[in-house]
């Protein structure tokens, strides 16, 4: 038996294919294809959906090519894809424009109007379980019906990017509810679309698809798409869920107490919940600095809100996710490498790094170099050093750059349980997590064992492969298939000397959002 994961990202479709028998070594094969991205105009980020199927086709063309991947053997498909992307379609079945995808910023009116309509920030957030952000899918419906109308009158059906390619592969209109509880028109506690949200903006609720559990049998692989990829007809397609959602499948974060920390160009907080908790700002944060579990409070403001987004996960009925993006991670020590030390490898900068004590020597970096989101959702948030002395080397701006980041992420956790949400381990994900040293600073950060598990050639694309498994009957449960096929690779555990050392710390790194970040642009 195989089951293959296709996952749709913002530049490439990534297809595996995973034998469930062979336990955590089960990929036995993966292929990708990269499809254009389209910038009309600054802030503007566009993708046609038929260039999506394109390469989709051909990652699965190329995948079926690869030894030991036989159609015959393939159970089911799973999907996951980028979310919050606006597919709008004509009653054909045909895009009737291009998607405005999740990082699209051009929607800042029509936030405000959807928190008019919804009765503030906190009465969106009660409503949908998020604020309005210009990431999200209904900002982009209203751009479009406000300023092309003719384009707009045609849209009989709007989808998310992964439930576009379920359609081109069954022919059936679906989405999930993990992918929809970011259209901001969700009721995430009932897992249904929201009639008074439709009704408040005025959308049609019959204009999105059907929302179903994400190990959902959707539909079949028809004989055309058969013709365009290569898989056999009838092979059973589940609907899966948006990359978050299966990110934490293919790392194991499908309970209660625990979280997944995710280290890529941006850096995303998944936090397992057994009940849909809100992001209703109801609690004081205060202090300076960050953790959960290390007497660290999160260091944003006193009654904030909707700076965590409440979604439901993919792991079951009765399971949910708080997630929290903050926009340049690893992306901070990329800027910091191509412009600082051009050339040089990143372990060579790990290694420098870690020869520098902890807290830099007073030396303080804030990463917002794009804007924020979380935890200060604030679009013209600024970054930089603070302390810098003549006693300072490249060794210790490389540190700072990567405390900063991981003070950052510790404050998102730190919402998290200020909201009351328990965390008893963090399950590590992406590129940074590569790395030893950052990985047990993330522990000490924390104060919570850090765990790096599944496969970095999988991810998402696991993840959706699991769901399936789940699917068509190869595994009871999404948890059971996590424990049949993932491993911890390797664990850490908080060092009581070094987390006292991170908080004095995050103390002063607390600060530096006041002293630059606020300052705001030019």
Request: charged fraction near 15%; hydrophobic fraction near 45%; aromatic fraction near 4%.
């Amino acid at each position: 038996m195989l089951l293959i994961g296709l996952d749709l990202g913002t530049s490439a479709v990534k297809a595996i294919a995973l034998d469930p028998s062979l336990g955590s070594a089960g990929i036995v094969a993966s292929a990708s294809k990269e499809h254009p991205l389209h910038t009309p105009r600054e802030g503007w980020s566009e993708q046609d959906p038929a260039d999506w199927w394109v390469a989709a086709c051909a990652a699965i063309g190329e995948l079926l090519a690869l030894p030991g991947v036989k159609g015959k053997a393939i159970a089911g498909i799973g999907l996951s894809g980028q979310m919050h992307g606006s597919v709008m379609l004509d009653r054909a079945g045909l895009p009737v424009r291009r998607a405005l995808l999740w990082n699209d910023q051009r929607t800042a009116a029509e936030c405000g109007v959807i928190e008019k309509a919804f009765g503030g920030k906190r009465g969106c957030v009660a409503l949908v379980g998020n604020a309005a952000l210009t990431g999200f899918t209904l900002p982009k419906l209203l751009w479009v019906r406000r300023h092309e109308p003719v384009i707009w009158s045609r849209v009989a059906k709007v989808m998310l990017p992964k439930d576009y390619l379920a359609l081109k592969l069954t022919g059936v209109s679906a989405t999930d509810v993990g992918d929809a509880s970011g259209t901001l028109l969700f009721d995430v506690a009932s897992r249904q679309f929201s009639g008074r949200a439709c009704e408040l903006v005025g959308i049609e609720p019959g204009l999105f698809p059907e929302p179903h559990e994400s190990s959902t049998v959707v539909g079949q692989v028809s004989g055309e798409a058969a013709a365009q990829t290569g898989l056999p007809v009838g092979v059973p397609v589940i609907i899966g869920s948006g990359d978050n959602m299966t990110a934490a499948i293919g790392a194991g974060v499908v309970s209660a107490g625990t979280a997944l920390a995710v280290l890529g160009t941006s850096g995303v907080i998944l936090v397992s919940s057994d009940g849909p908790e809100k992001d209703l700002g109801e609690v004081s944060a205060g202090g300076d600095a960050c953790g959960p579990a290390s007497g660290m409070a999160s260091g944003t403001a006193s009654g904030a809100c909707g700076r965590m987004h409440t979604m439901c996960a993919a792991a079951g009925s009765r399971s949910w996710a708080l997630t929290g993006c903050t926009l340049s991670e690893g992306g901070a020590l990329r800027w910091f490498r191509d412009t600082l030390a051009p050339g040089v490898a990143y372990d060579q900068l790990m290694a420098e790094a870690a020869s520098v004590p902890i807290g830099c020597e007073g030396l303080v970096f804030a990463p917002q170099l794009t804007g924020e989101r979380c935890p200060h959702p604030d679009p013209q948030a600024r970054g930089g050093f603070l302390g810098l002395t003549s006693r300072h080397t490249r060794a210790h701006l490389a540190r700072a750059v990567i405390e900063g980041v991981t003070f950052t992420m510790g404050q998102i956790l730190g919402i998290a349980g200020d909201m009351g949400v328990k965390i008893e381990r963090v399950r590590l994900s992406g590129g940074g997590n590569r790395s030893a040293f950052w990985r047990q600073m993330q522990a000490d950060v924390y104060g919570l064992p850090t765990q790096l598990a599944g496969s970095d050639e999988g991810g998402c694309a696991l993840g959706a492969a699991l769901l399936a498994g789940v699917g068509v009957g190869r595994f009871a449960s999404v948890e059971a298939a996590c424990q049949a096929t993932l491993a911890v690779q390797h664990e850490h555990s908080p060092d009581r000397r070094a987390q006292a050392e991170y908080a004095r710390a995050a103390a002063r790194f607390g600060k530096a959002y006041g002293a630059i970040c606020s300052l705001g642009p030019v």
